[in-house]
């Protein structure tokens, strides 16, 4: 099979499946895995897919992965970070919790609290909290963006100035060395920067292959203080850079 074939078939399973894995990909060709990462680095280059740890997922129109391809990556990191976030939250808290797969994996690590409001413009965290018994929603809502699986907007951020919460808890797609923070798309950063605003204490959850990374052109300078919560796969030389600026950085364990 030519390395142009490999590719493309690369490209097709990661749309079919959401992830695609150096190891199963080097399996599934009979190459190395050397050689798999030379073909996602490819790929990368030519914007077919985006680099996760130990993979890749497919982009989509917009070039951003859809919320169902990232709720496949980097499950076993995404998992650790939200049970320490979920630690974070007292029983009777208001926390804002922004879009993304591992803002969800919060959600459902905060089922069983007791007295806690969460306040969200996340479709995902609306249904993962409907039926917790403890948990009281109020949904920001406003323009639906598919791709996130969450709402934006005017209407969105008019609701989100009746707001203040002991807490948010945001998702990115990627935090610069600098301690930007990264979005696809410009009122996705805004809306971010806005819940910041209205929390006493701000976290952004990230698993470690997205420190350090600059995937899209749309970024927010969160006021400090604020923390960054993410795994053992994070860069060190990146983790050091980030805490030199100010940045809290937590990393926790699996």
């Known amino acids: 099979m030519s390395s142009e074939t490999r590719r493309a078939t690369i490209v097709d399973l990661a749309r079919a499946d959401g992830l695609a894995n150096v190891d199963a990909l080097?399996?599934?060709?009979?190459?190395?895995?050397?050689?798999?990462?030379?073909?996602?680095?490819?790929?990368?280059?030519?914007?077919?897919?985006?680099?996760?740890?130990?993979?890749?997922?497919?982009?989509g129109e917009h070039g951003e992965p859809t919320l169902r391809q990232r709720t496949g990556e980097a499950h076993a990191a995404k998992a650790s970070i939200a049970r320490w976030a979920a630690a974070q939250v007292a029983d009777g808290d208001t926390v804002l919790l922004d879009v993304g797969s591992t803002v969800g994996a919060l959600a459902t690590a905060l089922r069983g609290a007791r007295g806690l409001t969460v306040v969200t413009a996340s479709l995902t965290v609306i249904e993962e909290l409907t039926d917790?018994?403890?948990?009281?929603?109020?949904?920001?809502?406003?323009?639906?963006?598919?791709?996130s699986q969450g709402f934006l907007g005017p209407l969105t951020e008019a609701a989100l100035e009746r707001v203040s919460a002991d807490a948010v808890f945001l998702g990115t797609d990627g935090i610069s060395p600098d301690g930007e923070v990264c979005e696809a798309d410009l009122q996705?950063?805004?809306?971010?920067?806005?819940?910041?605003?209205?929390?006493?204490?701000?976290?952004?959850?990230?698993?470690?292959?997205?420190?350090?990374?600059?995937?899209?052109?749309?970024?927010?300078?969160?006021?400090?203080?604020?923390?960054?919560?993410?795994?053992?796969?994070?860069?060190?030389?990146?983790?050091?850079?980030?805490?030199?600026?100010?940045?809290?950085?937590v990393v926790v364990s699996r």
């Open 26 to 59: 080097a399996t599934r060709f009979g190459v190395s895995a050397s050689t798999i990462r030379r073909d996602l680095a490819a790929l990368t280059t030519e914007g077919r897919i985006a680099r996760t740890y130990g993979g890749a997922i497919a982009l």
């Open 132 to 147: 917790a018994d403890g948990v009281t929603v109020e949904c920001l809502g406003g323009r639906l963006r598919p791709v």
């Open 188 to 249: 996705q950063v805004r809306l971010k920067e806005l819940m910041a605003r209205r929390a006493d204490r701000v976290h952004v959850l990230a698993h470690g292959a997205k420190v350090g990374a600059r995937p899209f052109h749309a970024w927010v300078r969160l006021p400090l203080p604020w923390t960054l919560v993410t795994d053992a796969t994070a860069p060190a030389e990146h983790v050091e850079a980030l805490r030199e600026r100010g940045i809290e950085v």
